[in-house]
């Protein structure tokens, strides 16, 4: 489908001003060749008055939110579509209780569980994998334990961050948690993102080496002081992106992200960053609900179980 999208908040109010509206662009986002039914892939079918779609070949029925992550709502569809311009029309986007005022929805839990599918539509399936020159360093997130600091803290979450180099800038970024800063640990993290070919840039962490034996540029820059300064001077890309997910995290969610969760809000910070020089928030409006169509539903009770996606 062709890019379209409301350029502003207006444009989007005057677009989708029916529930119509709302699900005609749904349409277009999830058949953009025609419907094809979801059980049999067949093309042909027809559309009842209840929005209910049959196919010609096996007769079943569906609609166009059913195996979304919109299946099984009660609210309008303006209600999400007005929930996920708030999410993309924010710097920062949005918090629950934020999105749970500003649209009246009648729980928090509501709010809560509708950011909780908007995460799992960030990650495009089958995502291109970073390349060219980049830099890799761990980093912990979340807990407020002092002791638990460096390698081996406990308290908190690990997580990987790779960064690509545009200049003097970055580039576009992946994010992972991992259970530890072992060699299957970081290689795996860097085999899932990052395509071979590319140039990797760590510190000297010992369970790093081994990248050429997968196909990498490895480049090592040693430490010589243990000071945190030298740290930030030695992969500039990857401490800026620690620091900014941390205040993000801090900011935006209060820092009341649970371990379990947290998977789900790299992937909307990883969203974010690698969109942040779009010309038109309305872009991001348009990705999110284009992957939306895409993704399978998930209940409440998958979402608060945490369940995850990288260790099902
Ligand atoms: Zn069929």
Redesign the pocket.
């Known amino acids: 489908m062709e890019e379209d999208y409301p350029k502003n908040m207006l444009a989007m109010e005057q677009r989708f001003g029916t529930e119509a509206d709302c699900r005609q662009y749904l349409v277009q986002l999830r058949w953009p060749h025609g419907f094809v ?1 979801p ?2 892939q ?1 093309q042909a079918g027809w559309l009842d008055r209840r929005h209910r779609w049959t ?1 010609k ?2 007769r ?1 029925q569906t609609t166009v939110t059913a195996g979304t992550i919109f299946e099984g709502t009660h609210l309008p569809l303006q209600v999400w579509f007005r929930a996920a311009w708030l999410v993309t029309s924010q710097k920062s986007g949005a918090s629950a209780l934020g999105l749970q005022r500003v649209l009246g929805l009648g729980s928090y839990e509501t709010a809560w569980s509708w950011l909780h599918k908007f995460r799992r539509a960030m990650v495009r399936p089958g995502r291109d994998r970073l390349q060219g020159t980049l830099e890799v360093d761990e980093a912990f997130i979340g807990g407020v334990n002092p002791k638990a600091k460096g390698r081996d803290g406990v308290d908190k979450a690990l997580i990987v961050i790779a960064a690509e180099a545009a200049g003097q800038g970055i580039g576009r970024i992946r994010l992972g948690r991992v259970p530890d800063a072992s060699s299957p640990s970081l290689h795996g993290f860097i085999q899932k993102t990052v395509t071979p070919g590319s140039t990797i840039h760590t510190d000297g962490w010992a369970p790093y080496q081994g990248l050429q034996k997968l196909g990498y540029g490895h480049t090592v820059t040693r430490l010589k002081g243990k000071g945190k300064t030298a740290a930030v001077e030695l992969l500039p890309r990857v401490h800026r992106v620690a620091a900014l997910l941390k205040r993000w995290l801090l900011g935006t969610h209060q820092g009341a992200v649970s371990p379990n969760h947290l998977d789900y809000y790299l992937d909307e910070f990883t969203f974010r960053f690698n969109r942040r020089h779009s010309a038109s928030r309305g872009k991001l409006f348009f990705r999110l609900l284009e992957q939306a169509v895409q993704v399978e539903p998930v209940t409440y009770d998958q979402i608060v179980q945490g369940g995850s996606k990288h260790n099902p």
């Open positions: 039914c059980a049999c067949g196919c070949g096996c079943q």
